[in-house]
């Protein structure tokens, strides 16, 4: 009896061994595969809200001649300035039109308009005020985590001084550290070590023109 009981018990154990061997097995294999899915997930939303926050600091040093480390100035900028465009009064391969406004106007005739057109209306009018508001904010940390914003002024080699602008978030910022710990580090490891490169998402460089890459 006594053996049938053991018996049943090291049956009980081994199932029990395999099940947690299979169960381990196939942690390994799939988190490798979920972490890559959620990396792609959340690359691809910090990339287009950092792409957002290029084309105002863009539009930004148009107008200023110079890029701002503060959010609440480009998102107040992107909200209520305006910017100054030209436009064609008349069409050039329009020959007759031509003609008559230059013999009306005379030399003094340009066949060119400025106008003033609100930069969210235009520029940002796929975004509500809302999200302009949160776009200083890395997506995936609940509103908590902003880009790292700085600005400055560098001299070049050619002693040209010129506006700079770099904004940056690592990825530990925006990716599960406790969930996928072990492959943020291997990441982070790689990015730093084996390409030299910035381990997150970033544009921009204070320390050389780059325009804005």
Same mark, same amino acid.
């Given at each position: 009896?006594?053996?049938?009981?053991?018996?049943?018990?090291?049956?009980?154990?081994?199932?029990?061994?395999?099940?947690?061997?299979?169960?381990?097995?196939?942690?390994?294999?799939?988190?490798?595969?979920?972490?890559?899915?959620?990396?792609?997930?959340?690359?691809?939303?910090?990339?287009?809200?950092?792409?957002?926050?290029?084309?105002?600091?863009?539009?930004?040093?148009?107008?200023?001649?110079?890029?701002?480390?503060?959010?609440?100035?480009?998102?107040? /900028?992107?909200? %209520?300035? &305006?910017?100054?465009?030209? @436009?064609?009064?008349?069409? =050039?391969?329009? +020959?007759?039109?031509?003609?008559?406004?230059?013999?009306?106007?005379?030399?003094?005739?340009?066949?060119?308009?400025?106008?003033?057109?609100?930069?969210?209306?235009?520029?940002?009018?796929?975004?509500?005020?809302?999200?302009?508001?949160?776009?200083?904010?890395?997506? /995936?940390?609940? %509103?908590? &985590?902003?880009?790292?914003? @700085?600005?400055?002024?560098? =001299?070049?080699? +050619?002693?040209?001084?010129?506006?700079?602008?770099?904004?940056?978030?690592?990825?530990?910022?925006?990716?599960?550290?406790?969930?996928?710990?072990?492959?943020?580090?291997?990441?982070?490891?790689?990015?730093?070590?084996?390409?030299?490169?910035?381990?997150?998402?970033? /544009?921009?460089?204070?320390?050389?023109?780059?325009?804005?890459?």
């Amino acid at each position: 009896m006594k053996k049938k009981i053991v018996l049943i018990v090291l049956q009980v154990l081994l199932a029990a061994g395999a099940i947690g061997l299979i169960y381990w097995l196939s942690v390994i294999i799939a988190t490798p595969i979920m972490f890559e899915d959620e990396l792609a997930t959340r690359k691809s939303a910090v990339i287009e809200r950092i792409k957002d926050i290029r084309t105002a600091e863009r539009q930004f040093k148009a107008k200023h001649q110079r890029f701002t480390a503060d959010f609440d100035s480009l998102i107040n /900028f992107i909200l %209520n300035e &305006t910017m100054e465009g030209e @436009r064609k009064l008349i069409d =050039e391969d329009d +020959s007759v039109a031509m003609a008559q406004a230059k013999k009306k106007f005379g030399k003094k005739f340009k066949n060119v308009e400025k106008f003033e057109y609100s930069v969210k209306d235009s520029i940002f009018k796929h975004l509500t005020p809302e999200q302009v508001k949160e776009l200083r904010y890395v997506p /995936f940390t609940d %509103n908590k &985590t902003e880009f790292i914003l @700085r600005a400055g002024m560098l =001299e070049t080699n +050619s002693k040209v001084v010129i506006p700079v602008v770099e904004c940056k978030a690592p990825y530990i910022s925006f990716l599960d550290t406790v969930k996928y710990r072990q492959e943020i580090i291997n990441l982070v490891d790689n990015m730093t070590k084996n390409f030299n490169k910035y381990p997150g998402i970033m /544009f921009g460089s204070l320390e050389r023109g780059s325009n804005e890459a």
